[in-house]
């Protein structure tokens, strides 16, 4: 039995070396365009957290893709992929966003395809409740932290040097970075001027580049492997060929059925199950609260100094909160108020344009639930995006 003991172990070690040295032209090889397209609604963690398909999505022509969080899964008929599927206009929206996806992760990935962002248009959904005063934490950060663009932000020479370290130096603060002992070694040396460390880096430097590759050539065998199909909730009879005006009056009626049975507008499913059971509980939980001040304006300060830098043509979306439950919540108005006037500045400062929802708080049937936009929202956002794409 002794000369079969090896065995498994030579296996291992030659799957291992196949993994490795497998041409990666052979592996795009097995890529499809089809299977590119069908990315656009899958909404697939994997594609978020690497390259190979995003390189692919932006040197499309007619991708348009949308960045945001898990608004863009809350699918209807008015939804973007949706709409824009039933009514042909030069593009397809390409959706990037989870819950958790923040300012910071938006940059990360951005970097990851700077070279791709010259003169591309896409959408970038802002959302307040990003907008804590810590921004986005651990619990975020962690399932949509992606090694990858990590890596690639060491060996990032596309992208302005200040800009860089100002990202490695925000990235450091998180534990998933730090617990990476190679890579933290490379941030640190960026920002430092010791000579140990320095020292540190140039030994770790060949370490983190067949990291980097071999992080890559994983990107590409995930590739292979595309999400699951989602219910789209599709209903092309009901959006094709409509002006707006009776979109939005088709998106209120369809609003209207699902959000019935509670005072807030919010889909009476979710409200059942969320919110209803304890209703009393959460009457003036936030008072005092405010999206005034957050480190994440400084995050997102990074995505807008990026996209100029590039070239990239975006229209930012600033989505509204629920009003009549902010108010129940006891959520100051001030407090909203602040965040919308503020990321507007923001924005226009940076000589983007931005379709600004903010005035949409008490508008019934703009939102699905508390925050998330859906039905009626949906139909400005898509009239946004055809006159952004004309433009």
């Known amino acids: 039995m002794k000369k079969y003991a090896f065995v498994p172990i030579i296996i291992a070690v030659v799957l291992f070396l196949v993994f490795i040295f497998f041409p990666n032209n052979w592996l795009k090889s097995f890529i499809s365009d089809k299977k590119v397209q069908r990315a656009a609604t899958e909404l697939n963690p994997l594609m978020f957290q690497g390259d190979y398909v995003q390189k692919k999505i932006l040197k499309e022509k007619n991708s348009f893709p949308i960045y945001g969080s898990s608004e863009l899964a809350r699918f209807d008929p008015f ?11 030069g593009f397809t929206p390409f959706l990037f966003g989870r ?6 992760i938006h940059f990360m990935n951005f ?19 990003w907008f804590h005063e810590e921004g986005i934490d651990d ?5 949509n932290y992606s090694r990858l663009q990590a890596y690639d932000l060491v060996f990032n020479q596309n992208i302005d040097s200040k800009l860089k370290k100002l990202a490695m130096a925000r990235l450091l603060t998180f534990n998933t970075v730090n617990r990476d002992q190679i890579l933290s070694t490379l941030y640190k040396a960026e920002l430092s001027n010791t000579k140990s460390l320095r020292f540190k880096a140039d030994c770790a430097r060949p370490i983190a580049y067949l990291n980097w590759r ?68 959460l009457k003036n939980y936030k008072k005092g609260t ?11 300060q990074m995505v807008l100094d990026l996209l100029k830098e590039k070239g990239a043509k975006p229209l930012f979306v600033t989505l509204p909160v629920n009003g009549k439950w902010y108010d129940y919540t006891g959520f100051p108005k001030e407090g909203r108020t602040a965040f919308y006037k503020k990321i507007k500045k923001q924005v226009e400062a940076a000589g983007f344009p931005i379709a600004d929802y903010s005035g ?28 952004h794409w004309k433009q």
């Open 290 to 300: 405010s999206f005034a001040e957050s480190k994440e304006y400084k995050d997102f």
């Open 79 to 89: 939804h973007p992929s949706n709409y824009f599927a039933a009514n042909k206009k």
């Open 214 to 281: 071999l992080l890559q050539k994983k990107d590409l065998y995930y590739s292979l492997f595309g999400g699951y199909q989602r219910k789209r909730h599709q209903n092309p009879k009901l959006v094709k060929n409509k002006s707006w005006d009776e979109l939005v009056i088709s998106a209120e009626k369809y609003g209207r059925k699902r959000a019935k049975s509670n005072p807030f507008n919010i889909s009476d499913s979710y409200y059942k199950k969320k919110i209803a059971p304890k209703i009393n509980e």
């Open 99 to 104: 819950g958790g996806m923040q300012s910071l």
């Open 360 to 387: 949409h708080e008490y508008d019934p049937y703009f939102l699905k639930d508390t925050i998330h936009i859906a039905w009626k929202g949906w139909v400005y956002m898509d009239k946004a995006m055809e006159n």
């Open 139 to 143: 619990a975020h950060f962690s399932p």
């Open 111 to 129: 970097a990851s395809q700077a070279d791709q962002l010259k003169g591309k248009k896409l959408v970038f959904i802002i959302s307040p409740q």
